[in-house]
């Protein structure tokens, strides 16, 4: 009988889980939050562009492509 996907999954998981990390260096709380922030806006951006995406309003269009350069703009900050 085949696998499922589900099991696969979870085998990978498994696997990865047991597999050493290479040698990182720990954050500082001043890079997690430029990190968390980041993947915020990121976030954030993404929805922007889906919704501008199926946006019909003119306004509605206008106000998310205002709201995607600012999102740019800060993101282009961070990085």
């Known amino acids: 009988m085949a ?6 999954d979870v085998e990978y998981q498994q696997a990865e889980a ?15 939050d430029a990190q968390e922030k980041r993947r915020t806006i ?6 922007a562009r889906a919704d501008l995406g199926v946006a ?3 306004a509605h269009r206008q106000m998310l ?9 800060q993101l282009a900050q961070i990085r």
């Open 56 to 58: 019909r309003a003119d």
């Open 18 to 32: 047991e597999r050493p990390r290479g040698a990182r260096r720990a954050l500082t709380a001043e890079e997690r």
């Open 3 to 8: 696998r499922g996907f589900e099991s696969k």
């Open 42 to 47: 990121e976030l954030a951006l993404a929805r």
């Open 65 to 73: 492509a205002g709201a995607i350069a600012a999102l740019e703009r």
